[in-house]
């Protein structure tokens, strides 16, 4: 028997629950892990708060981030052997160029079950080993957040030196992109209500801020930042609710990169067709994408930002830390 947490219902962090399921043996193509540590992303405390709108079936095991060690596999696998450290992969049949219908519905902890697990088996091409220097709980925040802003600004955006790049808030996705950007040379404005986390991303390499709290207008702050031209890019956390600013603080043929549904609202999009901004709908990346970050944090040494860790056994701590929504990074919980 394997110890699992388990969406029991749709009454929110209080209906997870610690449980038991037998121990399975990997099949044809699949892989057993021993999971070492579980990060959390907003999505996961949304399938935990909002549950039937999602599809969420009971019970479910949540998470899709997770990294540990390959201790069996089934028949027939050869891109990983036993003992090799591994991150999940977000989608677990996307492995390469665009998204298709099959791919989407292969989300761990959402149509298929997460990882927040002693042990989970996944399809060989579901796991990638992560970078050497990389402790598990760093390498744990890698599979969605990670991947979504190294999606963002490389696979789409495609960042060149020099450009300057808006960031929204100072989540996992948000300072995933502020090392990015600076590991690509490019030059990020943070935006975040605390000027304590706009310190420390200045800190990390941000070379403008603003507090949207005393500046509600932040757009017009980016604009003189930016000489009145606005930024190249913006890594798009808010959804509907930030994207009108977004457009606003963009330079004319400049990019979006739609993450989040953060806040919530409505949007006119005449000015972003005026300036022709291209926006593009980012959803976490391939194997392939996961292959090629981890290939620029090995070259470049990179950490991740971990904000808290916490014990398997209060892992629901993990989920009211994101509710909060104090932390500067990554939420990971360790097994």
Same mark, same amino acid.
């Given at each position: ?199 420390? $991303?200045? +800190? ?5 801020? #603003?507090?949207? /709290? =005393?500046? &509600?207008?932040? *757009? ?75 290939? $620029?944090? +090995? ?5 991740? #930002?971990?904000? /808290? =860790?916490? &014990?398997?056994? *209060? ?21």
């Amino acid at each position: 028997m394997i110890r699992c947490y388990e969406i029991a219902s749709a009454e929110g962090i209080g209906s997870l629950v610690l449980n038991q399921r037998d121990h399975r043996t990997p099949g044809r193509g699949e892989v057993l892990v021993q999971v070492r540590a579980s990060s959390i992303n907003y999505r996961d405390l949304m399938m935990i708060e909002d549950p039937v709108p999602r599809g969420v079936r009971y019970p479910t095991v949540p998470n899709s981030d997770a990294a540990g060690d390959v201790i069996a596999v089934g028949p027939g696998v050869t891109a990983v052997k036993v003992g090799d450290r591994v991150a999940t992969c977000f989608f677990q049949r996307w492995n390469s160029g665009t998204i298709t219908s099959d791919g989407m519905n292969s989300a761990l902890g959402g149509v298929l079950d997460g990882v927040l697990a002693e042990q989970v088996v996944l399809g060989e091409k579901g796991v990638i080993r992560f970078p050497e220097h990389l402790s598990y709980n760093e390498a744990s925040t890698l599979p969605c957040a990670a991947l979504t802003a190294w999606h963002a600004l490389v696979e789409f955006a495609d960042i060149q030196p020099g450009e300057t790049v808006l960031l929204l808030g100072t989540g996992g996705v948000s300072i995933f992109a502020l090392q990015f950007a600076c590991m690509l040379g490019a030059r990020p404005i943070v935006i975040s209500s605390s000027d304590e986390k706009i310190q420390r $991303a200045r +800190s990390m390499g941000a070379v403008g801020s #603003v507090n949207y /709290q =005393t500046t &509600p207008k932040w *757009d017009e702050r980016v604009m003189e930042l930016t000489d009145g031209v606005g930024v190249d890019v913006v890594v798009e956390v808010g959804g509907a609710g930030t994207l009108e600013r977004s457009v606003a603080a963009t330079r004319v043929a400049g990019r979006i990169a739609l993450i989040g549904v953060l806040a919530g609202g409505t949007m006119n999009p005449t000015m972003m067709m005026r300036k022709s901004i291209r926006l593009q709908g980012i959803y976490v990346g391939s194997h392939d994408m996961f292959k090629r970050m981890n290939e $620029a944090i +090995s070259s470049d040494q990179m950490k991740p #930002v971990i904000d /808290q =860790t916490f &014990p398997f056994a *209060d892992a629901a701590c993990a989920y009211y830390a994101m509710q909060r929504a104090e932390h500067l990074g990554k939420l990971v919980v360790a097994l």
